[in-house]
Structures are given as structure tokens and as C-alpha cells.
């Protein structure tokens, strides 16, 4: 695993409209629901289309010390989790990440049992799993936190049920899933969430023999098998880094065609962006983003798919903020995803916050600072902040980045953008940890 690019910043010299073909990778949010769910099987997974990022490696790493057996090629890999033996994962590593609560669900689905260290990820809310465990319980598991772990035991094996979700949860659906797939009799999750990875890893699941139906829509019936088998299986491109493409793309009043990319899943952004005077044009696997004039203030809300991503808020927030007139975004989905609007007010942007909503003023322009990513989607802001702003920009905390985004600054380089990746001097350091 890297570290050194904890150390790192981005420089970014801004006002180069970004123009060119660029493309996706594979989907982070699917990839790491994906890899834990191969725990489930007997058989060795190829996966392909994997985005060659942190939170892959950091699975990748969690799977081995496990006891599995991987080979990780930058975008594909191929495991046999058969040498996992241990339903125990006390590993710092996971408190690293969100998505290694995607463990608990997939070692009670084929051990009957899990410990696992209670997940780490983005600071972007209070972040409760209480949905997970309602539905670890309601298929038979005890399930309790103590000494930092989430233990969950299923003394008599899980047993199909029907589990209606409170709150409409990504992480709650998938890891039911997970949990339910090997239970014996029928799981039916009512309010579950609809997300192109919650679909990918369904389809990955039936790819290894299970027998999952409705992912896509708010009910999900899942019947028990008794096992799964290997599969080969390719990843769905990442709904997310293509948004904040074309999202980058409109902000530099650029001229980019976004390839390996699925248009339906972009609906609730490109009606946004078409909203702004922002041209989108879609393609059977393309979107071509052009914006010749300034961008016109919007009113977003986000909301769970097929409503618009709480992930592209941040960007869409730095889009707005040059935009003509006054924008108000609402965030329904995390309590506290504003925390880089106080890194572009130093860039000159006109922001105020009550609460869940802002009122971005749109400004003439934005001036080049440096600046502090606080989180994933906050990083990616950032980036879409130098990329428009005059002058230079500098971003650290580029390892939140670097955990969603595969190799960002080469793709936008090749594609117009002045950026590169620095160590940062002793004093940046110094300020920065
Ligand atoms: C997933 O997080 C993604 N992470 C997030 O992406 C994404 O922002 C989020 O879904 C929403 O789309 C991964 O897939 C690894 P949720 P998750 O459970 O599963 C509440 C990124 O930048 N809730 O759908 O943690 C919760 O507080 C990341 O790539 C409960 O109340 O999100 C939130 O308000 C960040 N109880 C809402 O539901 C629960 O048990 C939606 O959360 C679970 C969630």
C-alpha cells in the first residue's frame, strides 16, 4: 500500500478549458462491495474493469491477510477467497474505509458468523449502520458493538425474511444482500436502494450462482442457494468520476466527450447541467459536455437515485459557484458535506451555509489558493476549483483523492489541464498533520 501520497499535494494551474476524449474507470462504489462479496464463493473470481485506486488496494490487502488468494493487475483481478478460513477482522485497515462493513455482511453470509472493526471512511456525517443491523437481526444474527468491533453470530444460520429499510441506504441494501444470499428460503428488503452499483452487485452475486431479483427498483427478492461458484465478472463504469467529469468540463467552459460511460445512469445530472445552458449530448457510451457560455444559477436537492447524487454536490457546488445569479443546494442525504466551501470562500467564491442548504452567489471568477481536501467528493470539488479558477491552486490531503479517483491528474492533463502532483515543502507537512 502507498503512503507516500499522504504527503503529496496537486498544483493546478487553472483557466484551461478542459477538450479532448477522456474515459472512465470502473465504478469505486461497486468494486468495493464487489471484492468482499467473492468471500461468499468457493470458486476463484476474475473481475475486470476495477478502478486503480486506494480503496481497491486496501481490499486487496484485507482479502490477503485473510487468507485469500489475489492477483491484482492495476484494473483487473482475480481472487480464491477458499483459504478464508477466519470470520475475525481486527485489521486497522478497516477503519480506513466505509466499505469494510461490506465484510460483516459477506463473512456472516458464508461463515453464519462475523467480527468485524466497526468501519472508518469520509467524515461526511454521523454515518449510522443501524439499518445493517436491523437487517443482520431480522435474518437471525445477534448482532452487538463492543470493543470497537461489530460482532454478528447466526448460532442457528439465517433464515429469509422480509426486511423494510427505514432510511433508503446503499451500504444497508448491499450488505443485506450479501448477508441474504446463501440464507436459507426467501429475503424480500422493501425501500431498498436503487444505485447502478446496488444493480452491479446483484448481477455480480447471480453471475456466481445467486438468485437475486429486482435490484434496480425499491423491492429486492432474493431466494437462498445452497452455494456460489466463481465467475468472471466485469465492473459498470463509475457513475461518480463521470459526473465529476462533466462537471469539470462545464466549468472550464471546455469541450469533452467522457467515453466507457452509461448515459442513463447521468440523467439527473445532465437535466441539471442542461438546466445551467450547459450542453450535454449523449452517445450509446459517450457524453459529450460543452459549455461556450457562463453557466446560469440552478436549485439542487439531493436525494437518493434516480434523484441527484449527494456525490456530485460538492462539484456541482464549485460549478454554481461562478455561475449568473444565486443557486440554493439542498443536501438530504449527509449532515455535514459542505466542509469544502470554506476551502473555495478562500478562492473568492460567495457561499453561506444554514444548516443543510447553501446559497451559493455565483462570482465573476475564482482566484487560485491553497487549499485542504477534507474528504473524497470535497477533494474532487477542490480539483474542479483549480481547474476554473485564475492562477495557481494547490490541494493538499490529496489521499482522500487518490482512495475514489484513478490517476485524476493524468487523466485531466491529457485533456487540457495544467496539473501535476508535488511533495509538499517541510512546512506544508508541518501545518497539514
Ligand atoms: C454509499 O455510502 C456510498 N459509499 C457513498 O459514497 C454515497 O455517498 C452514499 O452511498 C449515498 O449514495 C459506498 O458505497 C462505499 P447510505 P453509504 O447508507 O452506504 C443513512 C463516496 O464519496 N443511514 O446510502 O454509507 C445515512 O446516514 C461515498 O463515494 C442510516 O440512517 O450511504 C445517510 O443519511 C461517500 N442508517 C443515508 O442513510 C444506516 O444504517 C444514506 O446512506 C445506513 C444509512
Do not use: W
Not at 255 to 268: G, K, R, S
Not at 279 to 307: A, F
Request: proline share 4%.
Amino acid at each position: 500500500m502507498r503512503t507516500e501520497h499522504m504527503r503529496e499535494k496537486l498544483v493546478i494551474k487553472g483557466g484551461k478549458p478542459l477538450k479532448g476524449n477522456v474515459t472512465v474507470s470502473g465504478a469505486k462504489n461497486a468494486a468495493v462491495a464487489i471484492l468482499p462479496a467473492v468471500i461468499l464463493c468457493e470458486g476463484r473470481c476474475e473481475i475486470d474493469n476495477l478502478p486503480n485506486i486506494e480503496d481497491v488496494r486496501l481490499i486487496d490487502y484485507l482479502l490477503c491477510k485473510m487468507g485469500a488468494k489475489t492477483q491484482l493487475n492495476s484494473t483487473t483481478m482475480s481472487i480464491d477467497a477458499s483459504g478464508v478460513t477466519e470470520h475475525i477482522v481486527d485489521n486497522d485497515a478497516v477503519k480506513l474505509m466505509r466499505a469494510s462493513y461490506y465484510l460483516i455482511g459477506a463473512l456472516l453470509g458464508r461463515f453464519g458468523k462475523a467480527e468485524v472493526c466497526l468501519p472508518g471512511g469520509c467524515a461526511i456525517g454521523l454515518r449510522p449502520i443501524d439499518q445493517h443491523v436491523k437487517g443482520m437481526k431480522a435474518l437471525g444474527a445477534e448482532v452487538k458493538a463492543e470493543f470497537g468491533m461489530l460482532k454478528a453470530y447466526a448460532p442457528n444460520g439465517l433464515i429469509g425474511t422480509d426486511i423494510y429499510l427505514d432510511v433508503v441506504s446503499v451500504g444497508a441494501t448491499i450488505n443485506i444482500m450479501l448477508a441474504a444470499v446463501l440464507a436459507q428460503g426467501k429475503t424480500t428488503i422493501v425501500n431498498s436502494a436503487k444505485e447502478p452499483h446496488v444493480v452491479d452487485v446483484a448481477n455480480f452475486l447471480n453471475c456466481m450462482g445467486a438468485k437475486v431479483k429486482g435490484a434496480g427498483t425499491d423491492v429486492i427478492r432474493i431466494s437462498g442457494v445452497e452455494k456460489l461458484h466463481g465467475c468472471s465478472y466485469s465492473i459498470i463504469p463509475d457513475q461518480i468520476e463521470t459526473g465529476t467529469l462533466m462537471i469539470a468540463a462545464a466549468a472550464t467552459r471546455g469541450d469533452l466527450t467522457i467515453e466507457n460511460v452509461i448515459p442513463t445512469h447521468m440523467e439527473a445530472l445532465s437535466a441539471k447541467l442542461m438546466e445551467m445552458g450547459v450542453r450535454v449530448e449523449e452517445g450509446d457510451d459517450s457524453i459529450r459536455v460543452t459549455c461556450p457560455n457562463r453557466p446560469t444559477h440552478v436549485s439542487i436537492k439531493t436525494l437518493p437515485y434516480p434523484g441527484f447524487p449527494t456525490d456530485l454536490q460538492q462539484p456541482a457546488t464549485v460549478l454554481l459557484s461562478t455561475a449568473e445569479g444565486a443557486s440554493i443546494i439542498v443536501e438530504n442525504i449527509f449532515e455535514s458535506r459542505f466542509k469544502h466551501i470554506n476551502e473555495i470562500r478562500r478562492m473568492g467564491a460567495n457561499v453561506s451555509i444554514d444548516g443543510r442548504m447553501c446559497v451559493v452567489e455565483g462570482v465573476e471568477r475564482l482566484t487560485g489558493a491553497p487549499v485542504r481536501a477534507t474528504d473524497l467528493r470535497a477533494g474532487a470539488a477542490l480539483v474542479v476549483a483549480g481547474l476554473m479558477a485564475d492562477g495557481q491552486t494547490e490541494i493538499s490531503g490529496v489521499k482522500y483523492i487518490d482512495r475514489g479517483y484513478d490517476h485524476i491528474e493524468g487523466k485531466l492533463k491529457s485533456v487540457g489541464a495544467d496539473i501535476h502532483r508535488e511533495k509538499m515543502s517541510d512546512a506544508e507537512e508541518y501545518e497539514f498533520f
